[in-house]
């Protein structure tokens, strides 16, 4: 194997010529920082980027009147892995939630406040998580709590929207 | 891939939650999993997905990197993983015709030489691209990387022999498809 290694036939020269490393796009940092959900497609025809542009447009409409009737979850980052949502959460708000599983949607930051997304029996929820001790109760929250110099909020309307508790407690 | 004292420094304050310090290990680091991506998958928009999630999956699990580990050897893992996981959204190597647009709107003494890299490139790429997948991380690993058997064999998780039997493999195949360029890149055969 060690004599494999050594002897560098055409087809290794070829590959390591034409395999060499390259440089990253500049753009890479904003895809990190500010992480991209979808990217457009490339193959569209002109009509067919039109038709896109409307549904999008109108597909945008809906998703906001459902959002403001219903608390939606329509999110700036969406993911089910824990990990990531704790990363881009922390990056874009300064806060560290200590995400380990379950119901994961996604995340949203607005003001230095992150709203964890989460999806229990059909329904979008969410745990919002402010860096501000002793935040008062918003956007009808009727349970807060203050865990590691984070405030925690959570509107709960069934038993079993207190499923939240799996988000960052194994076994919650 | 042994750290020195200010590798160590980076990740300590990375794992502090350091965010100018994980933009520091980004900027080590970001052509090594960009190329890779590429490489793998040969779409440089696939490749911003995989390259992108690998740094969020380090951001995220920073936390558990040990410090007597190779960090170099853990970020390998995580890029391999994620090539290797990514979805296939169906090939895509229009993003080449790219490089040829510019190749030939470069300047005329140099279009032609340009044009023929390109070519080359693509030719290799496209075939690499067909190989199966465990060929495929392991051919990437040895010629964009430069890595051993045994770094290969500790990254992917198999055996020395076992990579080593891959790139046998692979190498067969390439050199069967690839030969129509033998004549062109004349004096590779260092």
């Known amino acids: 194997m060690v004599k494999a290694e050594l002897r560098k036939t055409g087809i290794e020269a070829v590959l390591e010529q034409r395999l060499a490393r390259v440089s990253a796009p500049e753009e ?61 959460v922390q990056a874009n708000a300064g806060i560290d939630v200590p995400l380990h599983s379950g119901y994961l949607v ?37 349970f807060a709590w203050a865990a590691g110099g984070q405030t925690y909020m959570l509107a709960c309307t069934a038993p079993e929207d207190l499923k939240a508790c799996a988000l960052c407690h194994l076994g919650g | 891939m042994v750290l020195d004292a200010n590798d160590r420094e980076v990740i300590e304050a990375c794992q502090r939650g350091d965010y100018d310090a994980f933009r520091v290990l980004f900027e080590a680091h970001k052509d090594r999993v960009y190329s890779i991506a590429l490489r793998y998958s040969g779409d440089p928009s696939e490749a911003m997905d995989i390259a992108q999630e690998t740094f969020l999956k380090l951001l995220g699990s920073i936390q558990d990197f040990r410090a007597d580990a190779s960090f170099e050897s853990w970020l390998y893992r995580i890029v391999v993983n994620r090539c290797l996981d990514h979805k296939r959204r169906g090939r895509r190597w229009m993003p080449f015709l790219d490089g040829l647009l510019d190749a030939v709107s470069a300047p005329a003494e140099n279009a032609l030489h340009r044009l023929l890299r390109v070519e080359q490139e693509q030719s290799v790429q496209s075939i690499v691209g067909k190989l199966p ?28 022999g076992t990579v080593a039997s891959r790139l046998n493999r692979a190498h067969k195949v390439l050199e069967r498809r690839l030969s129509h360029l033998r004549g062109v890149l004349g004096g590779s055969n260092g």
Not at chain 1, 59 to 82: C, E, K, N, Y
Request: proline letters at 3%; glycine letters at 8%; aromatic letters at 8%.
């Open chain 1, 28 to 88: 890479l940092w904003d895809r990190v920082r500010y992480p991209r959900v979808e990217r457009p497609s490339v193959h569209m025809s002109v009509n067919a980027a039109r038709m896109s542009a409307c549904a999008t447009v109108a597909a945008a409409i809906m998703l906001l009147v459902w959002h403001f009737h219903t608390g939606g979850a329509a999110v700036q980052f969406r993911s089910s892995d824990p990990g990531m949502v704790r990363a881009w």
């Open chain 1, 106 to 142: 996604g995340a949203n930051v607005n003001h230095g406040r992150a709203e964890i997304a989460y999806r229990v029996g059909g329904r979008d929820l969410s745990l919002l998580v402010s860096n501000s001790r002793g935040a008062s109760l918003k956007n009808g929250a009727n």
């Open chain 2, 133 to 160: 997948a465990e060929q495929r991380i392991v051919v990437v690993l040895r010629y964009t990387e430069g890595l051993s058997y045994d770094q290969i064999a500790e990254i992917v998780g198999c055996s020395p």
